[in-house]
């Protein structure tokens, strides 16, 4: 497609289970960010990836949160053993290389977490 | 370290009026610059962004910023609010420390407009 995709776009679990969101990258970009965004609030940073360096996952807020990306497409955040305070919005961005370049963001994955 | 400071997490305007939203950052190498709109339930658009060419930039929906190295900021401005201006506004500077992707964001503004 034409931009980032991401799904689920929506997401309501049981506080305790896994998920899985994935994003879609425009094609070509080999930069690849995650954010999380909880209500009302500014950008968390979580992850990055560039090309087949080693990812930043200084964001990352605990050892349940952890990311993949296959080569410069895919890329997969799992949440293990959800908790409320988990939810939030999960937004994904792209850029063509990890310098001057614009973000590209997807319309997020909303998390829920019962 | 590298930061972005956003003055004023909510900003007020009526319809007409002019938008003036703050942006200070730190950088101890000429940076890249950049604003991004956030509507309600949706990601992040870039509304322009500052690389070094002219220290006034243009961008989309009738907004402009002017990059001041002197006074290290990157205002967001814009001579006639719209109602559909009303959006949140982020702020980031791309650089070249190593850490969060080279990607820094302001913690954002909220910019609402009265009829």
């Known amino acids: 497609g034409a931009g980032v995709s991401q799904s689920p776009s929506n997401k309501v679990t049981e506080k305790g289970k896994d998920v899985e969101l994935r994003c879609d990258p425009i094609?070509?970009?080999?930069?690849l960010y995650w954010y999380r965004q909880r209500l009302g609030q500014g950008l968390e940073f979580l992850i990055y990836?560039?090309?087949?360096?080693?990812?930043?996952k200084s964001g990352l807020p605990s050892d349940r949160f952890s990311a993949e990306r296959t080569g410069e497409s895919v890329s997969t955040l799992t949440i293990q053993r959800t908790q409320q305070e988990d939810s939030a919005v999960y937004l994904c961005?792209?850029?063509?290389?990890?310098?001057?370049?614009?973000?590209?963001f997807g319309e997020g994955s909303r998390l829920t977490v019962l | 370290a590298q930061s972005v400071t956003q003055l004023g997490s909510h900003v007020s305007v009526s319809e007409g009026a002019l938008v003036l939203l703050r942006c200070n950052y730190s950088?101890?190498?000429?940076?890249?610059l950049f604003w991004y709109v956030q509507y309600p339930n949706q990601g992040l658009q870039l509304l322009l962004k500052?690389?070094?060419?002219?220290?006034l930039v243009k961008g989309i929906n009738g907004f402009e910023a002017e990059f001041k190295k002197s006074e290290t900021s990157f205002h967001l401005t814009k001579p006639s609010a719209h109602m559909s201006d009303a959006a949140e506004y982020f702020c980031?500077?791309?650089?070249?420390?190593?850490?969060?992707?080279?990607?820094?964001f302001g913690k954002g503004t909220k910019l609402s407009v009265k009829p």
């Open positions: 961005a792209s850029s063509l290389d990890g310098g001057a370049g614009e973000l590209f």
């Open positions: 094609s070509g970009h080999t930069a």
């Open positions: 990836f560039q090309g087949n360096s080693a990812p930043d």
């Open positions: 950088s101890s190498v000429p940076p890249y």
């Open positions: 500052y690389t070094s060419a002219a220290t």
């Open positions: 980031a500077v791309r650089h070249y420390g190593g850490s969060q992707g080279n990607l820094i």
